[in-house]
């Protein structure tokens, strides 16, 4: 059986990106590297449902629901700003930039989630939180880089970043690759 990794996401312009990039600069030269793994700007975007492997049988129906799911949901703008991490600020393991959004994007992300549990995927325990991944905290690293992480991520404040319009949902391929993960839109549905 042919498998791939997918996941279905919301897009945002190259100009939000670059605004973001100039925005989080500091932060990244602040913290480096070392300790965290920075997100390419041109791979930001926002996940309403990772789906891991994926039998290729099964992208026929996601493309329907996907379909379905858009034409539920009216376009719209998401307004970026704000910075934080999971699961606290003391103890950061992703670093993230915030989202505002209608009400209508969780209603159309929870019509994805469905769709991707009676497809066999196991239901999403944490609830539905709109963010930006900016990087991942490594793993093992000392205390004292835990702290500067935490000082550092209550010290800058981000405010409005920019809006984004919404105007379709897109399911993506990642691969897996040495030097990070590569993306490949596989289709996208139009809102309405």
Same mark, same amino acid.
């Given at each position: 059986?042919?498998?791939?990794?997918?996941?279905?996401? !919301? /897009?945002?312009?190259? *100009?939000?990106?670059?605004?973001?990039?100039?925005?989080?600069?500091?932060?990244?030269?602040? !913290?480096?590297?070392?300790?965290?793994? #920075?997100?390419? =700007?041109? &791979? !930001?975007?926002?996940?309403?449902?990772?789906?891991?492997?994926?039998?290729?049988?099964?992208?026929?129906?996601?493309?329907?629901?996907?379909?379905?799911? $858009? *034409?539920?949901? +009216?376009?719209? /703008?998401?307004?970026?700003?704000?910075?934080?991490?999971?699961?606290?600020?003391?103890?950061?393991?992703?670093? #993230?930039?915030?989202?505002? $959004?209608? $009400?209508?994007?969780?209603?159309?992300?929870?019509?994805?989630?469905? +769709? *991707?549990?009676?497809?066999?995927?196991?239901?999403?325990?944490?609830?539905?939180?709109?963010?930006?991944?900016?990087?991942?905290?490594?793993?093992?690293?000392?205390?004292?880089?835990?702290?500067? =992480?935490?000082?550092?991520?209550?010290? =800058?404040?981000?405010? &409005?970043?920019? =809006?984004?319009?919404? /105007?379709?949902?897109?399911?993506?391929?990642?691969?897996?690759?040495?030097?990070?993960?590569?993306?490949?839109?596989?289709?996208? $549905?139009?809102?309405?």
């Amino acid at each position: 059986m042919n498998q791939i990794r997918t996941f279905i996401a !919301l /897009d945002l312009p190259p *100009a939000v990106q670059e605004s973001i990039e100039k925005q989080t600069k500091h932060l990244r030269q602040t !913290l480096g590297d070392d300790v965290i793994r #920075w997100v390419p =700007i041109h &791979n !930001l975007h926002l996940t309403l449902r990772f789906l891991g492997v994926t039998p290729t049988s099964h992208l026929e129906f996601l493309k329907q629901t996907l379909t379905q799911a $858009a *034409a539920t949901c +009216s376009q719209f /703008d998401l307004q970026i700003g704000g910075l934080g991490s999971f699961p606290t600020p003391k103890r950061p393991r992703v670093i #993230w930039v915030g989202l505002h $959004a209608p $009400a209508g994007l969780n209603s159309m992300q929870q019509k994805i989630e469905e +769709s *991707a549990v009676r497809l066999g995927y196991e239901k999403e325990e944490r609830p539905f939180s709109p963010h930006l991944t900016l990087g991942r905290v490594r793993q093992g690293i000392p205390s004292q880089d835990l702290q500067k =992480i935490s000082n550092t991520l209550m010290s =800058i404040q981000l405010g &409005n970043i920019g =809006i984004a319009r919404v /105007d379709s949902i897109h399911l993506y391929q990642s691969d897996l690759h040495a030097d990070g993960s590569v993306y490949t839109k596989l289709f996208s $549905a139009p809102l309405r």
